[in-house]
């Protein structure tokens, strides 16, 4: 069975696990050894980190595990980022690293 586990902090715990999601939870010390665990589980065909836990890896360490690991990784963005301008602000920042420009979007 394949499943999707989402990687939270404490306060997080049990949200995703009442959606019927497998979740994890880690402190940012801890989210290396917990992203490793999670990512050698056969099972496991998408992997979701809490953004706040990213704080306790390397940037490239992150992209390094992601490239090697045959599944999706994906960043979930820290709760206090709500509404449109948080939205918008997270888009920038995916696209920014991705082609490595600033794009200014425009309603």
Do not use: C, N
Not at 6 to 19: K, N, Q, S, Y
Request: avoid cysteine; aromatic fraction near 6%.
């Amino acid at each position: 069975m394949r499943r999707i586990v989402f990687i939270t902090p404490g306060d997080a715990r049990p949200g995703f696990a009442l959606a019927g999601f497998q979740q994890r939870t880690s402190t940012i010390a801890g989210i290396e050894e917990a992203l490793h665990e999670v990512l050698s589980d056969p099972e496991t065909r998408v992997a979701v980190v809490d953004e706040r836990l990213l704080a306790g890896m390397a940037e490239e360490r992150f992209k390094e595990m992601g490239a090697r690991w045959p599944g999706v990784l994906v960043v979930l963005p820290a709760p206090e980022q709500t509404g449109a301008e948080a939205g918008e602000d997270y888009a920038l920042r995916i696209i920014r690293k991705a082609i490595g420009y600033h794009v200014r979007l425009q309603r």
